[in-house]
Each structure stands twice: as structure tokens, then as C-alpha cells.
């Protein structure tokens, strides 16, 4: 395997995560104005970039951020396995409190190392791991691939993000992220490091909502 330099996104932001509903795998929603915004401005940061090919997630968000880049003619692949991890039967809620507590203790217990365990009617971590290293695989054997593009999603990117750096998957919540952030990675051929974590400022000049 040759070095790559990976530029990874979580998409722009949608309504249902401005009103703070539960999305995952199973909402294909759109991006809202904002999210629009904030992929435009991620595309003026970085369209000098000579990306190789853009990876994105099966789900419209993700294409729609990187929707300029691919509109520059950029080679594309799309992965289920990108997809965010499935919120099951609390997917297209708000959630109550009394969720909120059941949430919070799936959470708790995922960060105590049972990361095997399903959310209701969903994915676990693992589940999500274990669909995402055939992808990881195949972008890796890309040997001609030296600088490369991929958009997805909050859970699911602190998921690749631990299997990348070779972190337990109970420490996931560690890598803070935010609609439209930027992790730049480093791939030596044998090893990953980040080189920018979280970063945001791409989009500093847009208006607080």
C-alpha cells in the first residue's frame, strides 16, 4: 500500500438535525439551507485540492455536500457501507426524555466496552465496524488513489475513525465532530495519524443559527 492523504467530512446539516431528530441510516433527507451553505464553503476552502476520487455514503446528504466536487467531473464511488449507523425504532424522533435516558444508556454502555449491543430494532458499533472494513480495504488498495475525498456521517465516522487509528471502539465518543467538519488524515502505507481534528474553519463565515 502507497501513502494517501484522506480528507473526511461528515455531511452539512439537514432540518432533522437542526430540530434534533434521530436520522441515521434509515432518513434519506436533504440538506437545509445551511447545509447547503456550508458545502458550498467547504468546496471554495478546498477546491484546490486535486482529489483523485470523492467516496461517499449511499445516503443524499453526503452527495450533497460534496456535490460541486462532483460536479467537477471527480471519479465517485457510493458505500452502504458509509452509511450511518441504524437508530432503529427511535429513527424520525424527537427524542423524549424518557428515550432520552434509554439513549444515554446505550451510550453509557457502549463507552463501558459492550459494543456489540444493538440499539431497538438497530445497529451496534460493531455492526457498523464490521460493514465498514471491506470499504476501508478496497480504498486502501487504491494505489493510484493519492489523495482522496470521503463524506459520511457522525456515528459512523468515530467508528472508521477508531478502526483507522486502532483505538477500541469504546473510546469512539472521543472524536467530536460537527456538521460539515473536516478530519484530515495521513496514511503512511502502515500508519495513521490526523492532522487536523474536527477543524471547522472553513466555514467561520457563516452566520451563527
Known amino acids: 500500500m502507497k501513502s494517501k492523504k484522506i480528507y473526511l467530512v461528515r455531511h452539512g446539516q439537514t432540518d432533522y438535525n437542526l430540530k434534533g431528530i434521530v436520522q441515521g441510516s434509515g432518513i434519506d433527507a436533504d440538506l437545509n439551507d445551511r447545509g447547503r451553505q456550508q458545502a458550498v464553503a467547504f468546496f471554495e476552502a478546498f477546491k484546490h485540492v486535486k482529489f483523485d476520487k470523492v467516496y461517499t455514503s449511499t445516503l443524499k446528504r453526503t452527495k450533497q455536500s460534496v456535490k460541486a466536487f462532483l460536479e467537477m467531473g471527480l471519479p465517485h464511488e457510493e458505500w452502504a457501507g458509509l452509511n450511518e449507523i441504524s437508530w432503529g425504532s427511535r429513527e424520525g424522533t424527537i427524542i423524549t426524555p424518557e428515550e432520552d435516558a434509554y439513549y444515554h444508556e446505550v451510550i ?36 493510484e488513489e493519492k489523495t482522496i475525498l470521503i463524506c459520511m456521517h457522525g456515528r459512523a465516522m468515530r467508528v472508521l475513525l477508531c478502526q483507522i487509528l486502532n483505538y477500541p471502539l469504546r473510546c469512539m465518543d472521543m472524536f467530536e465532530h460537527s456538521n460539515l467538519c473536516l478530519y484530515m488524515i495521513n496514511f503512511t502505507g502502515s500508519m495513521f495519524s490526523i492532522e487536523r481534528f474536527n477543524d471547522t474553519r472553513h466555514l467561520k463565515e457563516l452566520v451563527s443559527t
Open 108 to 143: 453509557q454502555k457502549w463507552q463501558e466496552g459492550e459494543t456489540g449491543l444493538r440499539i431497538e430494532g438497530g445497529e451496534s458499533p460493531q455492526d457498523v465496524f464490521d460493514r465498514q472494513k471491506p470499504v476501508l480495504s478496497h480504498i486502501l488498495d487504491q494505489k
